[in-house]
């Protein structure tokens, strides 16, 4: 990652990190957890300030480094990350629900008329409910950790570079490439909807290697072409229709995404 003001250097003390939790699953900060091998060598290295899923520690002032899981679906939740970057060095979002909006994304879509079918009056404690939205879409972030879920190594990674800085560039290469090189069989000539040709490539397409189509999980690629993923879908036989709708899973809020329908 590029861009990360480095928050460990000119102190003598340990960064100080917090772990933020929006609308999701909470299903990333669990993947954290599950690299016991590295976790402790990670929090050697940080001052683990607040993090909602393991401890009842109320949320301190002052911090260097936030990381945040899930969309922004309130008013309070958007102001909280505005607070967020306003009082950390680095932010790093982690998850297709922070990155993408994710799952709560796929409401976004006339959202409003939506509570009352579930609700005749909202609950107090939901807030004041807003179109469900990305973390960067509202704020800038430093460093994002995609997928659902994440891979704990690369929030390791990501983890590493804000903190020590890293001169490497993100890819913008769709997850296509990534089947190239590990030789592994193309979904469309059996008729079956993949969207490695539109998604951001950087997981080494692990579901296309477990035998399942990619499911975008990782949001939309920047060098994303859309129209020729269509004609692609045509040439193949594979229903155009069925494509669009299965972008919609992780990518419903994406601007790209609408301004190509």
Not at 11 to 40: D, K, W, Y
Not at 44 to 54: F, H, P, S, T
Not at 88 to 109: E, F, H, L, R, Y
């Amino acid at each position: 990652m590029s861009g990360y003001e480095n928050v460990a250097y000119d102190s003598p003390r340990p960064p100080r990190v917090v772990v933020f939790s929006l609308a999701s699953c909470f299903g990333c900060q669990v993947m954290i957890t599950n690299i016991e091998s590295h976790l402790l060598d990670v929090l050697g290295q940080i001052d683990l300030r607040y993090w909602q899923l393991a401890s009842s520690v109320p949320m301190p002032e002052d911090y260097d480094v936030a990381v945040i899981e899930g969309a922004v679906t309130t008013e309070e939740s958007e102001a909280l990350v505005r607070k967020i970057r306003a009082t950390a060095k680095t932010v790093i979002s982690i998850g297709a629900c922070a990155n993408t909006a994710g799952i709560p994304g796929m409401a976004a879509d006339h959202y409003y008329e939506r509570p009352i079918e579930v609700y005749d009056e909202v609950p107090e404690a939901a807030g004041t409910i807003i179109q469900p939205r990305s973390v960067p879409s509202v704020i800038k972030v430093d460093g994002q950790v995609l997928c659902c879920p994440i891979d704990p190594l690369d929030f390791v990674a990501t983890l590493q570079s804000a903190l020590y800085g890293s001169n490497r560039m993100n890819s913008t290469k769709t997850l296509c490439g990534d089947c190239k090189l590990n030789g592994t069989s193309c979904f469309y000539g059996k008729g079956i909807v993949c969207l490695g040709m539109v998604t951001q490539a950087g997981c080494g397409a692990r579901c296309v290697n477990l035998g399942r189509p990619c499911n975008g999980c990782a949001g939309l690629s920047v060098d994303a072409n859309l129209d020729s993923a269509r004609e692609a879908c045509e040439r193949y036989g594979v229903s155009v229709q069925e494509f669009d709708e299965a972008l919609e899973m992780f990518n419903q809020t994406n601007s790209a995404l609408k301004a190509r329908r």
